[in-house]
């Protein structure tokens, strides 16, 4: 029901920037929290950021100052502004959303992955 696109993946050398951004497209009645989650090659998927609908924001610590999430409700967007980018942030990064679907029996919660976007930080 509800789909989840990303795009600005890259290769891009230490101390560079990248922006991602995540559309949202399908049947849906609202989407709550968004986010962009990470994986390493051999480590387990981690949360980089993550935004409310009203814009209440958290970020991993190995991120902080250095990365800024924003969203556009208007158009079901988050974007991930990616600064002074190290060979550690390189993996797949992975864009979230809660929202709320309709279904026979009511509305109930929905969680959405995208298919993930490759992001190479080379030193």
């Known amino acids: 029901q509800v789909r989840l696109v990303e795009s600005g993946g890259g290769l891009v050398q230490a101390g560079g920037s990248l922006r991602l951004s995540c559309v949202a497209s399908?049947?849906?009645?609202?989407?709550?929290?968004m986010g962009w989650h990470r994986q390493a090659p051999g480590k387990q998927r981690e949360m980089v950021a993550t935004?409310?609908?009203?814009?209440?924001?958290n970020y991993s610590e190995p991120v902080k100052g250095r990365f800024t999430i924003s969203r556009d409700n208007a158009k079901n967007t988050v974007y991930l502004q990616m600064n002074s980018l190290k060979p550690e942030d390189t993996g797949v990064y992975y864009c979230?959303?809660?929202?709320?679907?309709?279904?026979?029996?009511?509305?109930?919660?929905?969680?959405?992955w995208g298919q993930g976007t490759q992001v190479t930080v080379s030193s």
């Open positions: 979230n959303a809660e929202s709320q679907i309709t279904t026979s029996r009511g509305t109930k919660a929905w969680n959405s």
């Open positions: 399908g049947s849906f009645l609202s989407i709550g929290v």
């Open positions: 935004i409310t609908r009203g814009g209440g924001i």
